[in-house]
Structures are given as structure tokens and as C-alpha cells.
């Protein structure tokens, strides 16, 4: 599908929105019944290193102003987790691939094809990544990257030394 991902409706700005009141309320009502579910449960099946990434996410997440997850999501969140775990693994034998003899060809052929499943992971999570809004492109395709501007006078208050816990 291609074309403009639509921007939830709480972070819409009503004077640049083609939609009206109305249309506007029930995309709110209907947004409400999908929002992110502060219950997102890790899922067992998960290798232990995928449920690491699974937890730091998260973390992350649950810091963002804006709710992205919901519980259609864990499907998606759970391949990027164990995608990641993935890559990982192969990163950690390029590096012992790497540092061992590198003159024979069995060695060479080895780490090509360790470089060739890096490359497919990488793929993999490049695609999942921006489906779940965890590269910059993803968040400003959603709009959430207006959603999370800072405020207009913060460098002021940066430059004068002022902390935004001041106000």
C-alpha cells in the first residue's frame, strides 16, 4: 500500500486536517479501543536473548509520549525481538570467525556466508524496525515525531540555564 501511513488522531493537528469535527471524534473513539495495552507480556516462546530486546523495548515505549503498541502488535514486536537475537548470533561468530585464520578458503566461505545471513537479518529488521515506529523514519511517517517536539523556547531556557523542571 502505498501513499501517506495515517497519523493517529490525537496528534493530528486540527487546523492542517482535512477531516472535520466528527470524523475527527470517531477516528479518537475508534483509536481508543486500539491503544496500546500497558499488558504486553513477553511471549515464552521466545529465545532468551529475543526476551531481552522484548523487555528493553519496553522500557522505550513505555518512555514515549505517544502509545504506538498494542496487543496486534506482539506478533510484529516478537519477530523484530527475535530477529535481533539473530543477528546478534551472527554477529558473535563473524567475531570469532574474524580474529581465527583467515588463509584458507573454508575460513572465507565461512564468513561469507555468516556476512550473507547479517545482511538478510538486517533485512528483516529494517523492515520491522520502521512497522514499529523504532527508527526515526517510522516515527515521522506516524507523526509522532511532531508529537514529541520540544517546547518552542527550550533552547532559550538551554542558553539561560534553565531546566525544564524549573517551571
Same mark, same amino acid.
Given at each position: 500500500?502505498?501513499?501517506?501511513?495515517?497519523?493517529?488522531?490525537e496528534?493530528?493537528?486540527?487546523k492542517?486536517s $482535512?477531516?472535520n469535527?466528527k470524523?475527527?471524534?470517531?477516528r $479518537?473513539?475508534?483509536e481508543s479501543n486500539?491503544k496500546a495495552s500497558?499488558?504486553l507480556?513477553?511471549?515464552?516462546?521466545?529465545?532468551?536473548?529475543?526476551?531481552?530486546?522484548?523487555?528493553?523495548?519496553?522500557?522505550?515505549?513505555?518512555? *514515549?509520549q505517544?502509545?504506538?503498541? %498494542? !496487543?496486534?502488535?506482539?506478533?510484529? @514486536? %516478537?519477530?523484530?525481538?527475535?530477529?535481533t537475537?539473530?543477528?546478534k548470533?551472527?554477529?558473535?561468530?563473524?567475531?570469532?570467525?574474524k580474529?581465527?585464520n583467515?588463509?584458507?578458503?573454508? %575460513?572465507?566461505k565461512? @564468513? !561469507?556466508?555468516?556476512r550473507?545471513?547479517?545482511? !538478510?537479518? %538486517?533485512?528483516?529488521?529494517?523492515?520491522?524496525a520502521?512497522?514499529?515506529?523504532?527508527?526515526?523514519?517510522?516515527?515521522?511517517? *506516524?507523526?509522532?515525531a511532531?508529537?514529541?517536539?520540544?517546547?518552542e523556547?527550550s533552547?532559550? !531556557?538551554? *542558553?539561560?540555564?534553565?531546566?525544564?523542571?524549573?517551571?
Open positions: 500500500m502505498k501513499g501517506r501511513k495515517p497519523k493517529p488522531a496528534i493530528t493537528d486540527a492542517k $482535512k477531516l469535527v470524523e475527527t471524534e470517531d $479518537k473513539k475508534a486500539i500497558a499488558n507480556t513477553c511471549p515464552k516462546s521466545l529465545s532468551p536473548e529475543a526476551q531481552k530486546e522484548w523487555r528493553r523495548l519496553l522500557r522505550l515505549y513505555r518512555k *514515549m505517544v502509545n504506538i503498541l %498494542s !496487543d496486534l502488535d506482539v506478533p510484529v @514486536l %516478537s519477530q523484530y525481538c527475535e530477529a537475537a539473530i543477528w548470533a551472527y554477529q558473535k561468530q563473524w567475531k570469532a570467525m580474529d581465527t583467515l588463509g584458507n578458503y573454508e %575460513s572465507l565461512t @564468513l !561469507d556466508k555468516i550473507k545471513s547479517m545482511n !538478510d537479518q %538486517s533485512l528483516v529488521l529494517i523492515k520491522l520502521e512497522q514499529l515506529c523504532i527508527t526515526p523514519l517510522g516515527r515521522a511517517r *506516524m507523526g509522532i511532531s508529537a514529541l517536539k520540544p517546547k523556547n533552547l532559550k !531556557d538551554f *542558553m539561560e540555564g534553565k531546566d525544564d523542571d524549573e517551571d
